[in-house]
């Protein structure tokens, strides 16, 4: 099946420092790209489309200068949370959607979790 | 926008029984319904989806039904075992959005031995 490579895994790092979070899909094209928050035990909630080539369309209530995504080729976009502080610390998840896939399936990658100190 | 509810919570059965997730959803434009499984600090896992010409779809013992006049889908898992237990998270999308998923909140289902 399609895989999704999520990078890294686990980001420790101190207040007002910046992190970037790499997706990339491995053995396919990935037309569109989302990048998702989850807090402890609860559900994933959708903050931008990454569409390559163009702007990504970030969700009500996401700040575009504060979570950056850049979606440069057809198998990575990365998401940078600038300025990080506490309140950032979540788990990020990202998927992919294939640009072959007719029935339009998400795949995931196995997430960031980024602790802010 | 699209508003995913889903019910219950927790779910609690023993090894063997049928377990029954429940959710709703609010635009009628939404198309399509996937149900993701996804193991304590892992990545949700497509488990079974369906779309909105459809009404009912099983594979093995996981099957997903959808009435779309009332907006509302189900998973329905049977003869369960342990390694069911996981948060299943079911969720709606439609392509004027782009596929973009809205999940549900999510049910944490144990199965007992």
């Known amino acids: 099946g399609a895989v999704v490579s999520q990078h890294p895994s686990r980001v420790i790092c101190k207040s007002g420092t910046s992190v970037k979070i790499e997706c990339r899909s491995l053995?396919?094209?990935?037309?569109?790209m989302f990048w998702y928050r989850q807090f402890p035990k609860q559900s994933l909630m959708l903050m931008a489309t990454?569409?390559?080539?163009?702007?990504?369309?970030?969700e009500q209530g996401v700040e575009k200068d504060k979570f950056l995504i850049n979606h440069a080729s057809l198998t990575l976009s990365t998401l940078t949370v600038t300025s990080a502080h506490p309140e950032d610390s979540s788990f990020y998840i990202c998927?992919?959607?294939?640009?072959?896939?007719?029935?339009?399936?998400?795949?995931f990658g196995a997430g960031t979790r980024l602790s802010v100190l | 926008g699209e508003n995913v509810e889903q019910h219950p919570s927790t779910l609690s059965v023993q090894e063997g029984d049928s377990a029954v997730i429940k959710c709703t959803y609010s635009?009628?434009?939404?198309?399509?319904f996937p149900w993701y499984k996804q193991e304590l600090g892992k990545r949700p896992q497509l488990i079974i989806d369906?779309?909105?010409?459809?009404g009912e779809k099983k594979d093995q013992r996981i099957a997903v039904t959808l009435n779309k006049t009332a907006k509302h889908f189900s998973l329905h898992i049977t003869e369960t075992q342990p390694e069911d237990s996981a948060v299943y998270f079911c969720?709606?999308?439609?392509?004027?959005?782009?596929?973009?998923?809205?999940f549900g909140k999510g049910t944490s289902l144990l199965v007992t031995p």
């Open positions: 998927s992919a959607v294939s640009r072959d896939n007719a029935r339009n399936i998400q795949y």
């Open positions: 053995d396919f094209q990935a037309t569109t």
């Open positions: 990454s569409n390559e080539g163009s702007k990504a369309t970030y």
């Open positions: 635009d009628s434009a939404s198309n399509y």
């Open positions: 369906i779309r909105s010409n459809v």
């Open positions: 969720a709606a999308s439609n392509s004027n959005s782009g596929y973009a998923l809205n």
